[in-house]
């Protein structure tokens, strides 16, 4: 795991980093398999056009991935709009449903720590909280507002950070006053979550919303029917010198694959690499799809 050191913007960032000197682009990636599968898409994009790349994946959550790429110890990592703009203004500003508006002001906060952020993809991943078919039915359940009444009978799985996060657990009772009867600790939405809500260990997870297994037949998505989940549309962040070392063509070439991603086409190729594939097989074959490779 690549180290992270209290650095300064700017200059000291630079004279202690060479990774902003060198010839390449070292691109991070946080601690799962769909933030490693985008930037193994950027990587292969941009070595089709020429540029150097430095993959630096399974770096660790965004405490760990923000500041290293402020710090210019990374260059280029694929973000989450609203859950980054919540970061980087320290749970100030929770972000908003529509993308435009979010990006601006995460734009404008990131222009201190000398990151610039790109065009954002159609494709959005963002927490989605799901229930059997046959509970949903029972309970009546289709929003999230309708959990209000049920919650305190039933329990809850999901990341052990679940509690305490603003578009987790911790906004569920504060924008839809849900108290759940049990909170079992479990991945991130991984197989753990899956297999608990399956074999009826937990009642309510949270997943992805591009997660392939949000289209399975016997999981109901429950509405955010008052908009607790921020626009969360993939945002490639990147150094400011970076961009200004390799002139326009590396703009053109990350926002050109961006603009391709939809949350389906993510859906996809995370299913992909869930049934097996390898990461570099599956980002190679959906860019010479696209005439991106």
Known sequence: MLGVVAVAPGATARAANPALRDGTVTIGAFDFAESELLGEIYSQALEASGVRVERAFGLGPREVVLPALQGGLIELVPEYAGTALRFASLGADAGAVDVASTQSELARLMTVH???????????????????????????????????????????GGPPECPTRPFCLAGLERVYDVSFDEVVSLDAGGPLTKQALRTRVVDVALLFSTDPDTADGDLVELVDDRQLQPAENITPLVRTETLERFGPSLRTTVDAASALLTTETLRALNAEVADGASMRAVAARWLRSEGLR
């Open 114 to 156: 000398h990151v610039s952020v790109l065009a954002s993809a159609p494709a959005q991943d963002a927490n989605v909280f799901v229930v059997r078919r046959a509970t949903a039915a029972r309970h009546g359940l289709v929003s999230l507002s309708d959990l209000a009444s049920v919650a305190d009978g039933l329990t809850f």
